[in-house]
């Protein structure tokens, strides 16, 4: 086992990492950024070290810093959360070089996923349903239009190098091809450095279902169920949970092999996340694959009873999956909300100081945050506060115990979600598990019109 860790990022996540690290007896090592000296990471880690300004490009980013501090602290491992350097192939290369243990996939494994066409060739080859599509980037126009006459209009454009949802274009017929397929590309450039984008069948009221796949050094593989992530806004997500109300145990065994064997086929290891499009008729279609502990983990660690950043650190270190496929049981319902600080309403962010700070608990609640009373939230990273994650015995008992913990969370000094979670968690169709992508903008237009109208 890893004598030392390096944990390359910052908020509940480095927090997550760190309190696995103790229950395993590895030393942490804190990097932070010059808005971070207050943070709670740097407090629970044994060593931390400030690695540059407050900009994320100056510290979180900055490969050279990382890499150095690992090995002035004699670090052998480096865990690096989600986001920042988390799905960088090269950051995964750098440590490679530097005989420091990336807590991840290879970089191979990282670059050929990283590559959005290319990832969906691949799963295709292995046996996982796609959608009809480009089988790479489209590049000219002929190319473009002989494409989405093949597959029938309306199809969607997407950058190769994207993920996420940034630079997607909807095109409905042959007019508006061309123009889309350029602003995608302009937008992909920017955004991601690489113009290329390729086209795919667009399915209007999909719903986002991911998988949780876990896989030693050694050619074991299992999964770890479905979460359901439908609930987005602006391809954020909001709320998740598991499992998906679609979802029937023979349907999870079913889908679960192939993603397993396929997953065993491209040599994967450590943790990773299958990301399927499921239509109306609950075809799932393979659309991309996250290389990185996600931030909705917890969901899926509270119905499988699994750590799964604890057995991260254990396949890094390469040791043999400590599960079985068929000791793996499914027990209730776990959902999990994001407690962002932004304006519920207009969804500007709202950095500052908490003034006041009350975690509810009980039966069935986590609290994943690196929160506290008169913490400030520095303007600098993304918004979130707290995940509060609850677990039932149903999803009623989940939705019900949810409201309540929503209810006794004290917060202020911020503006939050958390009216909006309550919001949602009382509307009809998601009692009735009636949701799909296009659930929270029908919502808030419905509640535009509705203050329009008072
Ligand atoms: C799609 C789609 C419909 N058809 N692909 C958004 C996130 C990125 N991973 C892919 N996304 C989508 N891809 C096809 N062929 C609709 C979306 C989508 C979406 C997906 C999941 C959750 C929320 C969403 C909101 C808008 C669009």
Known sequence: MFRKVLVANRGEIALRVILACKELGIQTVAIFSEADRHALHVRFADEAVCIGPARSI?????????????????????????????????????????????????AEAIRTMGDKARARR?????????????????HTEKEAVSTAEAIGY?????????????????????????????MAQTEAASAFGVPHCYIEKF???????????????????????ERECSIQRRHQKLIEESPSIIMTPSLREEIGARVVKAVREVGYT????????????????????????????????????????????????????????????????????????????????????????????????????????????????DSLIAKLIVHGATRDEAIKRMDRALDMFVLEGVKSTIPLHRQILRHPDFLKGDIHTKFLEHFEDRRARAVELA
């Open 58 to 106: 100056d510290s979180y980013l900055n490969i050279p810093n990382v890499i150095s501090t690992a090995e002035l602290l004699n670090a052998d491992a480096i865990h690096p959360g989600y986001g920042f350097l988390s799905e960088s192939a090269y950051f995964a290369e750098v440590c490679e070089a530097s005989r420091i243990k990336f807590i991840g996939p290879s």
């Open 122 to 138: 691949e799963m295709d080859r292995l046996g996982l349903p796609v959608l009809p599509g480009s089988a790479d980037a489209v």
């Open 154 to 182: 309306p199809v969607i454009i997407k950058a190769v190098a994207g993920g996420g949802g940034r630079g997607m274009r909807v095109v409905e017929n042959r007019t508006g091809l061309l123009a889309a397929l350029k």
């Open 203 to 225: 399915i209007g009221r999909a719903r986002h279902v991911e998988f949780q796949v876990m896989a030693d050094e050694y050619g074991n593989v299992i999964q770890l169920g």
């Open 270 to 381: 450590n943790v990773g996340t299958l990301e399927f499009l499921v239509d109306e008729r609950k075809n799932f279609y393979f659309m991309e694959m996250n290389t990185r502990v996600q931030v909705e983990h917890p969901v899926t660690e509270l119905v499988t009873g699994i750590d799964i950043v604890r057995d991260q650190l254990l396949i890094a270190a390469g040791e043999r999956l400590p599960h079985r496929q068929e000791d793996i049981q499914f027990r209730g319902h776990a959902l999990e909300c994001r407690i962002n600080a932004e304006d519920p309403v207009t969804h500007k962010p709202s950095p500052g100081k908490i003034t006041v700070w009350h975690a509810p608990g009980g039966p069935g609640v986590r609290i994943d945050t690196a929160a506290y009373a008169e913490y400030v939230i520095p303007p600098y990273y």
